[in-house]
Structure formats: C-alpha cells, structure tokens
C-alpha cells in the first residue's frame, strides 16, 4: 500500500463494497456478541489479480468479494438451436453436465468442470458456465450492434484492420440454406444471389446485402466457402463480445453489478432493486399470505 492508500483506508469508514457505515467493535462478550464484533471489523480490501488496494471494507463482505470458479460463456439464442450443437461432446468428460432447463430441449444453463492442469495427484478444474446472452438482450444482434458506436467495437478491432472495419461491424450475410454438406466448404467463388434464399422466413436478401457479401468476400481476399464461413463466425463472435461489453459497463455503470453472475435479466434487475432500495425483505411466515401473493402474481412487462 501506498501511503495515499494508508491516509485513504485511516480516513474512510464507509465499506467500498456494500457501502455501507464500518462500526468497529471489540470482540468481548457472548458468541453472538463476537460474531457481530467480527463482522464490523474494518479491512483492508486488494484486487485480487492485481494485488492493488481497492478500499476498507468489512470483514463479512471481503469473504465474499471472491474471483469466481467458473468462466462464463455467452451464445445469442443458446436455448435454442446453438446449444444442440455442442452439448453431447461436454458429455466426454468425467464430470456431470448441470443443467438449468426451460424444458427438455431447450436450457436456460449448462455447466461442465474440465481439467485446468494436474499437480501429482490433485487435479485442478474449472466450471464452464454457458449462458445465453438474449435472455439479457432480447433482441437480434444485428439490432444491438446498430446500437454501438464505430470506437466501441474494440474487439473487432483487435483482430480486424480499420479500413476493413466497417465491413464487419454489422450484421454479416450467409446462405445457411445453400450450405448444407462439408463439400461446399471448397467452392472457391461466392454463391449466386439465389443461394441466400432463406426457406424459413422464405425472402430473398437484397441487392445490398448481396453487394455486401461480395465486398467482404474481395476485401478479405477469401478463396473458399469455408474461408468464408470462418470469417462469418469469427465477426459474430468478436461483435457479440463488444455488444456485451458495453452491456456490461452499463450495469456496472448504474448497479454496480456484474451481469455474468446472473442467468437472466430478472434475477440481475431484482438484485439491483434491492441494491439500490437498500431494504431488507422480511420472511414471510404466514401461509396464508405467501398463497395471496402467488395468486397475485402476474407475468409481463412492467414499466414505472
């Protein structure tokens, strides 16, 4: 610690996690007396990757301010189709699928502990948590990176040069229907326009998506359709990523929580209404009360 940080923790008394007031008391008494004692002791609080004072906190809350066993997975649409694709080959290892599920095909959540690395006899794994990202933002992701600024997509970025930027910030152009065997992968020149005919929501695309394509197909110099394909799921996945970034930062932003600890948007907005009203709910005991309030229960949308 710096002596800024020192200065800093001496000074505050307000824990930097939950915010509220840090009343240190000195542990003398019963049990129960103890166990408050403990729980309002002032602590320093460190990142715990880079090691760096974040803030006093309270003893209860740096337990629990934790790195978490699991790494999150986002997919748009998971529960529907995507997760078809893959969730028999997580069945190849040892450990259990857990699965959350909506009903018997589609999943809310599915987790799988693999193996990270083995020391002697101790194998250390790690919990791949999928999730899908549309039960945040239902909407299609060409919508929400129209919603996104040219500088906010700093993944596409990364991996893509900036005069072919905008090429791939939207929405790309795919026959799905046209590619249906491993031996169109070789075609080496882009389907004719007819080709990206879409029997499911039977249309044609237009003549600019069709110009798109083969702006994106030149540009990148692409020599096959499996090049091609490539390039689609490569652009989805890095948009994808920055679309939730950005959702990310604004939960951050305005809750102060982080949406990758959720499953879906309901269980993140009434943790941030409990947050931000600062209540405490009290058990309901009554079993007549908690059947009024099931009965009054009513799904939608609520808007205030």
């Given at each position: 610690?710096?002596?800024?940080?020192?200065?800093?923790?001496?000074?505050?008394?307000?824990?930097?996690?939950?915010?509220?007031?840090?009343?240190?008391?000195?542990?003398?008494?019963?049990?129960?007396?103890?166990?408050?004692?403990?729980?309002?002791?002032?602590?320093?609080?460190?990142?715990?990757?880079?090691?760096?004072?974040?803030?006093?906190?309270?003893?209860?809350?740096?337990?629990?301010?934790?790195?978490?066993?699991?790494?999150?997975?986002?997919?748009?649409?998971?529960?529907?189709?995507?997760?078809?694709?893959?969730?028999?080959?997580?069945?190849?290892?040892?450990?259990?699928?857990?699965?959350?599920?909506?009903?018997?095909?589609?999943?809310?959540?599915?987790?799988?502990?693999?193996?990270?690395?083995?020391?002697?006899?101790?194998?250390?794994?790690?919990?791949?948590?999928?999730?899908?990202?549309?039960?945040?933002?239902?909407?299609?992701?060409?919508?929400?990176?129209?919603?996104?600024?040219?500088?906010?997509?700093?993944?596409?970025?990364?991996?893509?040069?900036?005069?072919?930027?905008?090429?791939?910030?939207?929405?790309?152009?795919?026959?799905?229907?046209?590619?249906?065997?491993?031996?169109?992968?070789?075609?080496?020149?882009?389907?004719?326009?007819?080709?990206?005919?879409?029997?499911?929501?039977?249309?044609?695309?237009?003549?600019?998506?069709?110009?798109?394509?083969?702006?994106?197909?030149?540009?990148?110099?692409?020599?096959?359709?499996?090049?091609?394909?490539?390039?689609?799921?490569?652009?989805?996945?890095?948009?994808?990523?920055?679309?939730?970034?950005?959702?990310?930062?604004?939960?951050?932003?305005?809750?102060?929580?982080?949406?990758?600890?959720?499953?879906?948007?309901?269980?993140?907005?009434?943790?941030?209404?409990?947050?931000?009203?600062?209540?405490?709910?009290?058990?309901?005991?009554?079993?007549?009360?908690?059947?009024?309030?099931?009965?009054?229960?009513?799904?939608?949308?609520s808007q205030c």
């Amino acid at each position: 610690m710096t002596e800024e940080d020192e200065n800093h923790f001496r000074s505050i008394n307000i824990c930097h996690i939950c915010e509220k007031e840090i009343v240190e008391e000195e542990i003398i008494g019963e049990d129960e007396e103890e166990i408050v004692a403990i729980t309002e002791t002032k602590v320093r609080d460190y990142d715990h990757l880079t090691g760096k004072y974040r803030g006093p906190a309270h003893i209860y809350c740096n337990l629990k301010y934790k790195l978490p066993n699991f790494i999150p997975i986002f997919r748009h649409n998971l529960s529907g189709y995507d997760a078809h694709l893959f969730i028999r080959s997580l069945g190849k290892y040892e450990e259990n699928i857990e699965v959350i599920p909506c009903t018997e095909e589609k999943y809310l959540s599915f987790s799988q502990a693999v193996p990270v690395f083995t020391e002697g006899d101790k194998t250390t794994k790690i919990k791949l948590r999928f999730l899908d990202s549309f039960r945040f933002m239902p909407s299609s992701l060409d919508a929400l990176s129209k919603n996104l600024k040219r500088e906010q997509f700093s993944e596409v970025s990364k991996f893509i040069p900036d005069e072919k930027l905008d090429l791939l910030i939207r929405k790309g152009v795919y026959p799905y229907d046209y590619k249906n065997s491993w031996d169109k992968c070789i075609e080496t020149s882009l389907p004719p326009k007819e080709a990206f005919y879409s029997e499911l929501n039977e249309c044609d695309i237009s003549d600019e998506d069709y110009k798109h394509a083969q702006n994106v197909w030149g540009q990148f110099g692409i020599k096959s359709m499996g090049e091609y394909s490539d390039l689609y799921v490569k652009s989805d996945v890095l948009i994808l990523a920055d679309v939730f970034e950005k959702f990310r930062d604004v939960c951050l932003k305005a809750y102060k929580l982080h949406p990758a600890w959720y499953f879906t948007t309901p269980g993140l907005s009434w943790d941030a209404m409990l947050k931000l009203a600062k209540v405490r709910l009290e058990q309901l005991v009554d079993y007549d009360m908690i059947l009024m309030l099931e009965k009054g229960v009513r799904c939608g949308v609520s808007q205030c």
